[in-house]
């Protein structure tokens, strides 16, 4: 066996503990389970297997600890639980990420969703491990492709840089999320499906992403039938595998669908733990739970490679005052909207230019480039404070020259916007210079 694999194998028998503190099961309440005997034992986050009388198991995880209690949550329905029901503590679950994970779909805890057999890597890795220290980042990198020529221009990707997708249900958000997936130039792409709905991630993986997607990515999955516990770990667990690339230098593209998601099953577990609701329904722990995990990503340490990250965000409305968006948005490098009027007219991705930054700019594209997104947003802008005018035909042409060109280029423009790049960033700049060039 070579040495890799001997590795593995001695992680998998790591794990089999061969003794664990026991408690009984006194209460079971609304989605909760008190339990007796373990409040010198347990810790909060530590897993727990409840044994009940029918020889049925229950995983759980310790939520809340009291003075003779321990509050359980557990992963699923709990029927058939009863009073004095053996519950063992089994510590601690990390997740042990491995090279040879890349082409897979695991589950939160590692385990493979794909039907074939999975090893664990050498090292057990916290899945809620502190961010890197904010004196050994590094900064900022070089533009990286993306694919399309509206990021490759207008709205650049830097390595290491974190962007906020917002948008609508069927706004486009996941066919967005696949593109950056093939179209981005990267080592490694990790994919956490937070909560999506379980006959999407098949078609998700063979028809989104398809065989060339997959060649570079690892995907972590928990669908919207499992509990918030597995949720909420799914994007913990897939930024640790992030972790585990980059760790060994490489460019790692993280892509979260959705924060939304893992804030809400954040907010059913802390409800269930006691914590008070404040934002909207959102318990306050919330806004350090989001900020943490999007401080995982961007540049590495001195000498490790980078976490590109994309965190998309369900926006009811387009309303990017709702928590999760607002706490989002002050976090990261940039924001993306995507706007349901531009969708339903037909222009995919239904991006609203005006509304969305990329905060790498103007860093990231020369003076000349710089000039022309100046030139593109004024344009957008100018059209944008007359659309109504010019749709009615109340706009009398020669009345501001700045609207006039702006009606000139529009159709080009957004147009540009739509557009993949199957070349390079220079090419897309080409583009935008001759989708430009009517305004004089």
């Not at 089999?16 to 309440?29: D, L, S, Y």
């Not at 057990?124 to 990286?144: K, Q």
Request: hydrophobic share 45%; net charge negative.
């Amino acid at each position: 066996m070579a040495l890799g694999g001997l590795e593995m194998l001695q992680a998998e028998i790591a794990e089999v503990g061969a003794v664990h503190p026991v408690g009984r099961v006194f209460e079971v309440g609304q989605g909760t389970i008190e339990v007796s005997g373990l409040t010198a034992r347990a810790t909060l986050g530590d897993r727990a297997q409840i044994h009940a009388r029918s020889g049925a198991r229950f995983d759980a995880e310790v939520i809340a600890l009291r003075r003779g209690a321990v509050t359980l949550l557990a992963d699923g329905a709990v029927e058939g639980v009863a009073i004095g029901d053996r519950v063992e503590v089994l510590g601690q679950a990390g997740i042990a990420p491995d090279n040879s994970w890349v082409g897979r779909i695991v589950d939160p805890f590692g385990r493979p969703l794909d039907g074939r057999p999975l090893l664990r890597g050498p090292e057990d890795r916290n899945v809620r491990a502190a961010p890197p220290a904010a004196a050994t980042r590094g900064r900022l990198g070089d533009r990286v492709e993306t694919g399309l020529d509206v990021f490759n221009t207008l709205l650049p990707l830097v390595r290491g840089q974190r962007i906020g997708l917002f948008a609508g249900s069927g706004v486009g958000k996941s066919s967005l999320l696949a593109k950056f997936a093939k179209g981005v130039e990267a080592d490694v792409v990790v994919i956490a499906l937070i909560g999506e709905r379980g006959r999407e991630l098949r078609e998700f993986v063979e028809k989104t992403m398809g065989p060339e997607g997959m060649a570079r990515a690892v995907i972590v999955a928990a669908t919207s039938d499992q509990s918030p516990l597995v949720r909420r770990r799914c994007g913990w667990a897939a930024m640790t595998v992030a972790e585990h690339f980059r760790d060994q230098g490489k460019h790692v593209l993280f892509l979260a669908d959705s924060v939304t998601r893992f804030a809400e099953a954040h907010r059913e577990v802390a409800l269930a733990g006691g914590e008070p609701a404040s934002l909207r329904g959102y318990p306050p722990s919330t806004a350090h739970q989001i900020m943490s995990l999007a401080e995982r990503s961007g540049p590495g340490p001195e000498g490790t490679g980078d976490i590109t990250a994309v965190f998309s965000v369900l926006v009811a409305g387009s309303d990017m005052e709702e928590p999760v968006a607002d706490i989002l948005r002050g976090t990261l490098d940039g924001h993306v909207v995507l706007d349901r009027a531009i969708a339903e007219r037909g222009r995919f991705p239904a991006i609203d230019l005006l509304r969305s930054v990329s905060r790498s700019l103007p860093d990231a594209a020369t003076p000349p480039e710089n000039a022309l997104i100046g030139k593109a947003r004024k344009l957008l802008g100018a059209y944008d404070r007359a659309e109504m005018m010019i749709q009615a035909g109340l706009y009398t042409a020669g009345s501001d020259p700045m609207i006039d060109a702006a009606i000139r280029v529009w159709p080009a423009l957004d147009g540009f916007i739509a557009q993949d790049a199957p070349d390079h960033t220079s090419a897309s700049f080409a583009r935008l210079a001759k989708a430009l060039a009517p305004a004089g």
